[in-house]
């Protein structure tokens, strides 16, 4: 990620309106004590999403706001990766955190003026910038990244893609084996089941239409004595009484015959009641049809209501319909079918899960032998700077340890181990910074002066790779002098050639190294105190660099002495 650019601070303890723009580099603040120099960190603090209090909006305002704009030259993978900041900062020069906090407890955040969680904020501000005191968060105290530094240091990162690839495939592998181990052992019981429904469905025979057709038979069988009834019925209408419809047809048309020469209309009419005879004649044939055909057969409508409940049965677990209940037939054919090449399957995925946990196990050995290779060059070069920071007798060591897991992806030496993709190493720094003393974590280092000391001492060596670009060191000068602090200055000045510095200080050998010096002092804003900043430059450097030598009396002597710790430190 790129720098930090600018911060502007409204109505935060002794801050009523304030604007810094920060420069590339080393970024130096002094002032005297009280003058609100910490502040402006509590004030980025906010920014990056540390806890917000009432007690810090300014007396007499009803909120506080703080704002702090970054650079998105250089995104890191780290903030990429956040779903959150994805799409804040594509395409955008600018990264601009606002923070609101109000009388009421109620904080807001905002990036790129998009309502974002405090959490959100918090997990896009650790990927821009570490600030380093005893009040605030470091991330270089934090174990969980500790591996993840030494990767970067070691230049794994190539490998370290290379084993998550691995690492990917081992886990769908292991997934698709479980999976299909689980299918395989269920896989008997169901074949059997599915095997006794397709009997079932088969030895019934069903044919589409079947339920309707049997329906309609049951309804004739059991009403037979009515439509026999009716048939007789109709019958005797049309054709046997006398004065049937057929009778009085015929006389008709014997009638009609008899004047045919007289009238054609006569012969349209005969014609017609000819035609209504032979459709009669169909009718009585089909009265008779329906008549013989209908018989109550007691056994033959128990045989079809046992049909009927048959189908019912079938409907009720395979499908509502026949044509379902046969699509349910065929689908668990091709069931019964897959199971057949299942063993051949589990055979062929065990190897190849096997072989992949070989290859992840031997790809992630390889890295911890070069990790350790890593972090015997890092303790002596961290323990080495810790010598020229005044902390002679300081041990560091890289801390390695593994974890046996039964379930564990790694194989080593026949023994199964946790890990994740990027290994089975646990990586922990620690620090013993005074003789006589064990080897601790980082974060138990006691004093905030040691903890800016042993931090420094592992941008020193880690500037290459840090995962901010942006570094903030408050009580970094605490119980030094002299030629130490010479020598913390030029540590930052070093370090502030690949990553932006900003450092408070008291120290005239650390702030004359400083590409950006700005003076923190009390002003009066009516008859309130008020903290105000001021850039230096030229002679009002040379003067404040002269305060720090000599305090506020300052003399040519210490005029002349700032002169040349401006000129060492520019060379």
């Not at 003789?435 to 000391?453: D, F, H, V, Y």
């Given at each position: 990620?790129?720098?930090?650019?600018?911060?502007?601070?409204?109505?935060?303890?002794?801050?009523?309106?304030?604007?810094?723009?920060?420069?590339?580099?080393?970024?130096?603040?002094?002032?005297?004590?009280?003058?609100?120099?910490?502040?402006?960190?509590?004030?980025?603090?906010?920014?990056?999403?540390?806890?917000?209090?009432?007690?810090?909006?300014?007396?007499?305002?009803?909120?506080?706001?703080?704002?702090?704009?970054?650079?998105?030259?250089?995104?890191?993978?780290?903030?990429?990766?956040?779903?959150?900041?994805?799409?804040?900062?594509?395409?955008?020069?600018?990264?601009?955190?606002?923070?609101?906090?109000?009388?009421?407890?109620?904080?807001?955040?905002?990036?790129?003026?998009?309502?974002?969680?405090?959490?959100?904020?918090?997990?896009?501000?650790?990927?821009?910038?570490?600030?380093?005191?005893?009040?605030?968060?470091?991330?270089?105290?934090?174990?969980?990244?500790?591996?993840?530094?030494?990767?970067?240091?070691?230049?794994?990162?190539?490998?370290?893609?290379?084993?998550?690839?691995?690492?990917?495939?081992?886990?769908?592998?292991?997934?698709?084996?479980?999976?299909?181990?689980?299918?395989?052992?269920?896989?008997?019981?169901?074949?059997?089941?599915?095997?006794?429904?397709?009997?079932?469905?088969?030895?019934?025979?069903?044919?589409?239409?079947?339920?309707?057709?049997?329906?309609?038979?049951?309804?004739?069988?059991?009403?037979?004595?009515?439509?026999?009834?009716?048939?007789?019925?109709?019958?005797?209408?049309?054709?046997?009484?006398?004065?049937?419809?057929?009778?009085?047809?015929?006389?008709?048309?014997?009638?009609l015959g008899h004047i045919l020469k007289f009238s054609m209309l006569a012969e349209k009419i005969k014609n017609a009641i000819d035609e209504y005879i032979i459709n009669l004649e169909d009718i009585g044939t089909m009265l008779r049809e329906l008549s013989d055909n209908i018989e109550f057969d007691p056994v033959r409508l128990e045989v079809v209501e046992e049909r009927i409940t048959h189908i019912k049965r079938l409907k009720r677990k395979y499908g509502q319909t026949i044509g379902e209940i046969l699509q349910y037939c065929q689908r668990a054919k091709e069931k019964v079918a897959g199971y057949e090449d299942?063993?051949?399957?589990?055979?062929?995925?065990?190897?190849?899960?096997?072989?992949?946990?070989?290859?992840?196990?031997?790809?992630?050995?390889?890295?911890?032998?070069?990790?350790?290779?890593?972090?015997?060059?890092?303790?002596?070069?961290?323990?080495?700077?810790?010598?020229?920071?005044?902390?002679?007798?300081?041990?560091?060591?890289?801390?390695?340890?593994?974890?046996?897991?039964?379930?564990?992806?790694?194989?080593?030496?026949?023994?199964?181990?946790?890990?994740?993709?990027?290994?089975?190493?646990?990586?922990?720094?620690?620090?013993?910074?005074?003789?006589?003393?064990?080897?601790?974590?980082?974060?138990?280092?006691?004093?905030?002066?040691?903890?800016?000391?042993?931090?420094?001492?592992?941008?020193?060596?880690?500037?290459?790779?840090?995962?901010?670009?942006?570094?903030?060191?408050?009580?970094?000068?605490?119980?030094?002098?002299?030629?130490?602090?010479?020598?913390?200055?030029?540590?930052?000045?070093?370090?502030?050639?690949?990553?932006?510095?900003?450092?408070?200080?008291?120290?005239?050998?650390?702030?004359?190294?400083?590409?950006?010096?700005?003076?923190?002092?009390?002003?009066?804003?009516?008859?309130?105190?008020?903290?105000?900043?001021?850039?230096?430059?030229?002679?009002?450097?040379?003067?404040?660099?002269?305060?720090?030598?000599?305090?506020?009396?300052?003399?040519?002597?210490?005029?002349?002495?700032?002169?040349?710790?401006?000129?060492?430190?520019?060379?």
């Open positions: 990620m790129g720098m930090l650019e600018s911060i502007r601070i409204s109505n935060y303890a002794l801050i009523d309106n304030l604007t810094i723009e920060f420069s590339p580099g080393l970024n130096i603040f002094t002032g005297s004590t009280g003058a609100g120099k910490t502040i402006i960190i509590g004030a980025l603090g906010l920014a990056l999403g540390e806890r917000a209090s009432e007690d810090s909006i300014r007396t007499g305002a009803r909120n506080a706001t703080v704002e702090a704009v970054f650079s998105t030259s250089n995104k890191t993978d780290e903030l990429r990766r956040l779903e959150v900041a994805r799409d804040l900062i594509d395409d955008k020069e600018s990264l601009i955190i606002r923070r609101e906090i109000n009388r009421d407890g109620r904080s807001r955040a905002f990036v790129n003026n998009y309502r974002v969680t405090i959490q959100s904020l918090k997990n896009i501000g650790a990927n821009l910038a570490d600030i380093t005191s005893q009040r605030h968060h470091k991330s270089l105290l934090d174990p969980n990244i500790h591996r993840q530094i030494l990767d970067d240091y070691a230049g794994l990162q190539g490998e370290i893609r290379e084993l998550a690839d691995i690492f990917k495939k081992y886990n769908q592998l292991k997934s698709e084996l479980e999976d299909i181990k689980k299918k395989q052992a269920e896989s008997t019981a169901e074949k059997e089941l599915l095997e006794f429904q397709i009997k079932e469905i088969e030895s019934s025979s069903l044919a589409e239409g079947e339920d309707e057709q049997l329906e309609q038979e049951k309804l004739q069988l059991i009403n037979a004595e009515r439509i026999k009834t009716a048939c007789y019925i109709c019958q005797s209408n049309l054709f046997d009484d006398n004065g049937s419809v057929s009778s009085r047809l015929n006389s008709a048309a014997i009638e299942l063993d051949d399957l589990v055979k062929k995925l065990n190897d190849d899960y096997k072989n992949c946990r070989i290859e992840l196990s031997a790809m992630a050995e390889k890295i911890s032998r070069r990790r350790k290779k890593a972090a015997l060059e890092m303790e002596q070069k961290v323990i080495q700077h810790l010598s020229d920071l005044a902390m002679q007798n300081s041990d560091f060591k890289v801390y390695f340890d593994i974890k046996e897991d039964p379930d564990g992806p790694f194989m080593i030496n026949s023994k199964s181990y946790a890990g994740d993709d990027s290994g089975f190493d646990k990586v922990e720094f620690l620090i013993c910074a005074n003789p006589g003393e064990q080897l601790k974590p980082l974060a138990s280092t006691a004093s905030g002066g040691e903890l800016s000391r042993v931090l420094l001492a592992l941008c020193s060596v880690l500037s290459g790779v840090l995962p901010r670009d942006t570094l903030v060191f408050d009580e970094i000068d605490s119980g030094i002098s002299g030629k130490v602090a010479t020598q913390v200055g030029k540590k930052l000045q070093m370090l502030a050639k690949k990553r932006q510095v900003i450092c408070i200080t008291h120290l005239q050998q650390i702030a004359s190294r400083g590409i950006a010096h700005f003076k923190v002092y009390k002003g009066k804003s009516g008859k309130r105190s008020v903290t105000r900043v001021k850039r230096l430059s030229g002679d009002q450097r040379v003067t404040e660099i002269a305060r720090l030598l000599a305090g506020e009396r300052i003399s040519d002597v210490a005029l002349d002495g700032a002169s040349q710790l401006l000129e060492e430190g520019s060379s």
